[in-house]
């Protein structure tokens, strides 16, 4: 889990690769819209880009067209400013 530390050690490279992601998300929607045949194989590929996205700005939220959202938005506040993934077996 320390390699996905490094890979998300400051906003910079979050962004890049959560916006990677989000990019990918969107492929694979389009596939599956499009591709009626092999939607059965594509939605588990969703489902698990789903988990991680939520996942990782969960901890802290972000979107790749509205940005980083502050410490509190609506009233709600942020996790911790960097991921850690050692408690992670």
Do not use: C
């Amino acid at each position: 889990m320390e390699e996905l530390n490094n890979l998300f050690k400051n906003n910079e490279d979050f962004k890049k690769h959560v916006d990677n992601l989000w990019k990918t998300r969107e492929g694979l929607h389009f596939i599956y819209e499009s591709r009626p045949d092999l939607r059965t194989s594509i939605l588990t590929q969703l489902k698990t880009l789903n988990e991680i996205i939520g996942a990782l700005i969960k901890e802290r939220p972000y979107h790749p067209k509205l940005g980083f959202r502050s410490a509190e938005t609506n009233g709600v506040k942020t996790a911790k400013p960097l991921l850690k993934f050692s408690n992670i077996e």
